[in-house]
Each structure stands twice: as structure tokens, then as C-alpha cells.
């Protein structure tokens, strides 16, 4: 069965380091992965997302995502996370559902940002 | 441009009484829409989605119910809530394999 992991419930960074939140999925193909981010109390927005080709995507916010098919990891980077990037994060796999795009979400990160 | 409504923005219901949530979305036709529920601490849980008009599938069998009545609405209803019916709740629509969401309702069980 499909599944994705993101290891790190909660992490803290100060403002303008870098960033890298952990993504795992199991599936028997190459999933189409998605990165959400959701600020409190807000609904999900959608940083970036992977189907195919270039595996180093470009989202919006600065974000990007490398997947490594050999790792089955699709990781979030930043270079200068700044204190606006404070949410939570949500990596997410198609799960390929006929008629439907069923998204399995991840549990989550929570980034906390310190000046 | 699709923007997605979500009403009530938050709801404080006793244990026992009926639900009804309610989603819409603008400047689309015939969208794929879905129900998700993200409980305190946790991630998003998949409970209903809709491929057209009065097409439901369920997820998880829970104390819910979905229905679309017309093409861009999609409802969430119970008719008697549980302490565990509490969470936020998410609704969404795709286009090109991306999921958009709304604002979400705050429901709190009490």
C-alpha cells in the first residue's frame, strides 16, 4: 500500500539558514509528489509539485524539491528560510485512484523559524 | 480564476447534533471535490470525494456522509456528531492532477 513519511515532526531553524524537510514514500511506481504548506488556521497551499522528467523542481516561495527515485525520497529545500516560512508542511503522493486524484498525505513538519 | 468557499468558517456543536458543512467552488465545471479532515497533531485524512453530481465514494466508514447536489457543491453532513467528529475540515477541488483547498471550517464537538 502507498504510504508517505515525513520523519521530523518539528523543527526549528533561524532565520536565513537553510532548510530541508524529509519525504519518503512507498509506491510501486514513480508517484506524482506534491509539497503543501499550511499556515494556523488556513487551508493548504500547494509549493510544488513532481510528475516527471527533471527530477530538481522549483516551487513557489523559493522552495524546491529533489526526488531520488534510488532513495524513494522527495525532500523540501531552502536556501534562506525567512520568518514567513513558519507553517506546517505536507508532502503528498497521488494515489492514482481511477476517475479521482486521491492525495495520501503525510503527517506533517512543523517548521519553527527563530530570529 | 476557481476560488472555493467553505462555510462556516467555525462551528461549535454539542455531542448528538446534525452537521452540515458546506463547499463551492467558482469558475470551474464538472471539478473532482473532496473532503478531507485534519485532526489536532495530525495529518489530513481523506473522507469523501466526488468525480460529478451525486457521485460519492467514502474513504473511511465514519459517522459522515458527503453529497453533491449540484456540480460545484459538495456537502458534509452527520446526523449525530461524536466527540471524535472534532478537527478541522478541508475541502478541495483538482485540476491537472493539483489539488486546491479552501479556507477549512474549525469544528469543535463539545
Known amino acids: 500500500a502507498q504510504s508517505v513519511t515525513q520523519p521530523d515532526i518539528h523543527i526549528t531553524v533561524s532565520e536565513g539558514a537553510s532548510l530541508e524537510l524529509r519525504c519518503n514514500y512507498s509506491y510501486g511506481a514513480t508517484p506524482y509528489l506534491f509539497w503543501y504548506v499550511q499556515s494556523p488556521g488556513q487551508g493548504l497551499q500547494l509549493l510544488l509539485k513532481?510528475?516527471?522528467?527533471?527530477?530538481l523542481v522549483q516551487g513557489i516561495k523559493g522552495f524546491e524539491a529533489e526526488f531520488k527515485r534510488s532513495q524513494s525520497s522527495f525532500n523540501l529545500r531552502k536556501p534562506s528560510v525567512h520568518w514567513s516560512d513558519a507553517a506546517e508542511y505536507f508532502c503528498a503522493v497521488d494515489k492514482f485512484q481511477t476517475g479521482a486524484n486521491n492525495l495520501f498525505f503525510g503527517t506533517g513538519t512543523r517548521l519553527t523559524v527563530i530570529p | 480564476s476557481q476560488t472555493i468557499h467553505q462555510w462556516p468558517a467555525t462551528l461549535v456543536q454539542p455531542v448528538g447534533s446534525p452537521l452540515s458543512l458546506e463547499c463551492t467552488v467558482e469558475g470551474t465545471s464538472n471539478p473532482n471535490l473532496y473532503w478531507y479532515r485534519q485532526a489536532a497533531g495530525r495529518g489530513l485524512q481523506l473522507l469523501f470525494y466526488s468525480v460529478g453530481i451525486g457521485q460519492i465514494s467514502s474513504e473511511v466508514p465514519q459517522n459522515l456522509s458527503a453529497s453533491r447536489p449540484q456540480d460545484r457543491q459538495f456537502i458534509l453532513s452527520s446526523k449525530k456528531l461524536l466527540l471524535s467528529d472534532s478537527g478541522f475540515y478541508l475541502c478541495?477541488?483538482?485540476?491537472?492532477?493539483?489539488?486546491?483547498f479552501g479556507p477549512g471550517t474549525r469544528l469543535t464537538v463539545t
Open positions: 513532481y510528475f516527471s522528467g527533471d527530477t
Open positions: 478541495a477541488w483538482t485540476e491537472n492532477y493539483e489539488q486546491y
